[in-house]
């Protein structure tokens, strides 16, 4: 559902993804793992169309981003870490607005809304001004707007932001849900990595812009226990940090 | 509802709330600028009507029985000048608007990755330019028109026709500077360092051109109505029938005298033609909008940290070295962030493009006015506009510095400093950076002039005591009415704290210019004796004084307390 071919951006001498290879299946829940710096955000910036690969091309349901833009944004979902909201809308008129520019349906909007807010827990402020609402409402509103539609394809950038711990639990288990249940191709990236490690069905590190590796969370861990000679503490965390504080020594 | 209907459909949405939210705010406050809102309109009414019937009465005498009517000679000509002016005035504003608008507001990361076709998006981000720059062409042209109208006993098709021509009229600049912004931000955005001084030479070399070969034009001579013809001819420059501006302003000239079939091929004319800009911008967005976007945000990526050595704002520690902290380092911060936002500097620089046109066309004598008279009437105008200039740099500059703080103000809350000294830091920021500009306007405008020392120290005292003023109605309503959710300067300016800084800051002007008018006007005329004058001119100076003591004090205190006691 998500295919990056050669995918690569440079901002002056500076390359931010140098050739980014993904292939990601209907239904996979992947994390995208790296420090700052990395090229995560560059790369979301490229699969949702934000900015344009330097060369190489990234494809969302089949759909080649840069050749049809608007069939390619139609299939997608995007939650980023700083969501934008209207402060002077209601949650429900936030979400009228998005049914809008999804050009769905009138009777499907209203079938879809009351859902949407009772899932993330707005229906009793879904009247209210956006300015209201805490830092996690707005956070609950924003992944609202992205399921709306129904995508096929949900890219999330650092979803946690703001949110408490019953929120993460919640959002996490809405997603992976939406990934078995209704074949939801997720990209995620985060720096939580225990629950990367929970959620993920397979992930990737990037580090300044070369993904080093891409596997399941047992695959990372055992190909980091063959490279070093003595065992890491046994968490993705522990193989996360050797692996992007070193990596020119494993290579990819 | 399609993307575009919601695009509109969400801003109506906001306006409206906007519009209930001021139910919230207090009374005295709404009422207040409701009042003066008000009140300028119908002042700009009545000095439009009295403009009016002083030229009827000057032309009557001038041209006696020659057989033509002032509407006829001047009134078209004066319609012309006046809309192209805005013409020019409009594409400016809407270059600077489009940039913000579709290229820096936080929405449009969200609207770029939304299935919204390119065109869809430009269309919908039109609307709000063209919204957001002509209101106020909209807000001051109306009294203008209304009055014109009424003097010239205008038919009753005559109004529907104003409001029938605006439409049209507003989007042929908005068309215009949207498209010129369209085309640096492609050309610009991925070679700034190679385009931007090329542009910049252009620009200076334009201004260079345009100050040094000045169209000049006399004034005309009361005593010689042949004088005239000059001052005809030049106003009738801005009738080319190309201009837009001529279509506008031929149209309703017709409306206003009952031809209704010019009036009708006139509209007709700028509709077809605001509508084939528009449709040529739509593709020139659809070519070169997403590209310019995204080198625009790499562009972002690629600026990253700038070296600390070297560079203009290397000479800024330099130069505040003298200052206590933190207002050393609150200056330099506030330098820096000025200078680093486009937005900013390009407005301020078209502030100073005008003071600088305003400059080269000033003289010291006319034919016509008797020295005296000339020179008293020249030093009360000159200080009305070196005020306006002043009020505009507080008004759009100084006003919202202290909103800009936005959502770092913690970092100031838990900072070893006080509010009141952060207010204080502002007041000081403002009086020295606009007092250079003023004081140096004023005091180049007075050498142009030719002034003698009277005048010159009524002048240069004047203004300086309205930039300890306006800075401080500046300053303190800007820490009385923080916005700290928003980023847009222009948008900070434009709520309600910054309309109350603008009609206070108008308010003090009128006044304190009347009162001037009392001083020169009496001194020059003659009309009363020496002894009588100096009590005169002592007490218009006291309540100068206490009017800026009150300008100045009371808002800042205001306004300290304000910020001492919100929760950041």
């Known amino acids: 559902m998500i295919e990056t071919t050669q995918l690569h951006k440079r901002f002056g001498q500076k390359v931010a993804v140098e050739s980014l290879d993904l292939d990601l299946a209907t239904g996979e829940f992947f994390c995208f793992l790296g420090p700052n710096g990395a090229g995560k955000t560059t790369t979301i910036k490229m699969l949702t169309g934000l900015i344009r690969p330097t060369s190489g091309r990234a494809r969302v349901g089949g759909v080649d981003v840069q050749q049809d833009p608007v069939a390619a944004k139609r299939l997608l979902g995007y939650v980023p870490d700083h969501p934008f ?86 959002v996490k288990q809405f997603l992976r849900q939406r990934a078995d249940e209704d074949g939801l191709t997720i990209f995620m990236s985060t720096h939580t990595l225990s629950i990367a490690e929970e959620v993920a069905d397979r992930i990737g590190i990037i580090h300044r812009g070369r993904l080093l590796h891409v596997g399941t969370v047992e695959e990372i861990k055992a190909l980091a226990r063959r490279r070093q000679e003595h065992q890491l503490g046994g968490s993705l965390e522990d193989v996360f940090l050797e692996l992007t504080r070193d990596e020119e020594a494993y290579g990819p | 509802m399609t993307p575009f209907g919601a695009l509109i459909w969400a801003k109506q949405r906001i306006a409206v709330h906007t519009i209930a939210s001021v139910r919230g705010e207090s009374k005295l406050k709404v009422t207040l600028v409701s009042a003066a809102a008000v009140a300028m309109w119908f002042g700009l009414f009545r000095m439009s009507q009295l403009g009016f019937r002083l030229f009827e009465t000057f032309f009557a005498e001038i041209l006696g029985d020659a057989g033509l009517s002032f509407s006829d000679l001047v009134m078209s000509r004066l319609l012309a000048s006046f809309a192209f002016a805005l013409l020019v005035l409009l594409t400016f504003s809407n270059l600077l608007v489009s940039y913000a608008t579709l290229y820096r507001s936080r929405e449009m990361p969200y609207l770029v990755q939304s299935p919204v076709p390119v065109a869809t998006l430009f269309l919908g981000r039109f609307v709000e330019c063209v919204s957001f720059s002509s209101w106020a062409s909209a807000f001051l042209g109306s009294p203008l028109l209304l009055a014109y109208g009424i003097e010239t006993a205008a038919p009753w098709t005559f109004y529907p026709a104003v409001v029938l021509f605006f439409l049209p009229f507003v989007i042929i600049p908005a068309a215009l500077g949207t498209a010129a912004t369209l085309l640096l931000v492609r050309v610009v955005a991925g070679h700034r360092r190679r385009v931007l001084p090329a542009l910049a030479a252009l620009v200076a070399v334009a201004v260079a051109l345009f100050i040094l070969t000045p169209e000049r034009v006399d004034p005309p001579n009361l005593a010689d109505p042949s004088s005239l013809a000059g001052v005809v001819q030049a106003m009738g420059s801005s009738q080319h029938p190309l201009l837009p501006s001529q279509w506008l302003a031929g149209g309703v000239f017709a409306a206003a005298t009952g031809d209704l079939a010019e009036a009708g091929f006139s509209l007709l004319l700028l509709a077809s033609n605001a509508a084939l800009l528009l449709w040529l911008a739509t593709l020139l967005a659809e070519r070169v909008f997403y590209p310019g976007w995204s080198d625009l945000l790499g562009a972002d990526e ?49 502030l100073f493009g005008i003071m600088a046109l305003y400059l080269a066309n000033m003289r010291g004598d006319v034919a016509a006015i008797d020295r005296a008279t000339w020179q008293a009437w020249g030093t009360l105008l000159n200080l009305a506009a070196s005020m306006l200039i002043l009020a505009s740099l507080t008004s759009r500059f100084i006003y919202p510095l202290i909103s800009l703080e936005g959502r770092r103000i913690w970092i100031l809350g838990l900072a070893p400093l006080t509010m009141r000294q952060l207010v204080r830091q502002k007041y000081w920021f403002s009086v020295s950076t606009t007092a250079f500009f003023t004081l140096g306007l004023a005091t180049l405008s007075s050498l142009r002039l030719d002034l003698d020392a009277f005048e010159l120290a009524v002048s240069l005292g004047t203004v300086a005591a309205t930039t300890f003023a306006l800075s401080g109605l500046a300053v303190g309503l800007g820490a009385l009415y923080p916005n700290f959710e928003e980023d847009n300067p222009s948008r900070v300016v434009s709520g309600l704290g910054g309309t109350l800084n603008f009609f206070l800051s108008m308010l003090y002007i009128l006044v304190v210019t009347g009162l001037l008018a009392v001083v020169l006007l009496t001194a020059r005329l003659g009309s009363i004796s020496d002894g009588a004058h100096s009590a005169l001119t002592a007490a218009c100076f006291a309540v100068v004084l206490g009017l800026t003591l009150v300008a100045t004090w009371l808002p800042l205190r205001l306004g300290m307390r304000h910020l001492e006691t919100m929760e950041l």
């Open chain 1, 85 to 170: 909201l209207y402060d002077k809308l209601t949650g429900r008129e936030m979400l009228r607005f998005v049914a809008g520019l999804y050009r769905m349906d009138v009777a499907e909007f209203h079938r879809r809304v009351d859902s949407m807010l009772e899932t993330f827990e707005l229906a009793q402020v879904a009247d209210q001004l956006v300015e209201h609402y805490s830092h996690g409402m707005r956070q609950k509103l924003s992944f609202a707007c992205c399921f709306l539609h129904q995508p096929k394809v949900v890219v999330v950038d650092e979803p946690w932001v703001g949110l408490d711990p019953k929120n993460i639990r919640a």
């Open chain 2, 302 to 350: 690629q600026s990253g940290p700038k070296p600390s050595h070297g560079g203009i704002f290397s000479k800024l520690d330099g130069l505040t070295r003298w200052l206590p902290e933190p207002y050393r380092s609150l200056v330099a911060k506030d330098v820096r962030t000025f200078w680093r936002e486009p937005t900013q500097w390009s407005q301020f620089l078209l």
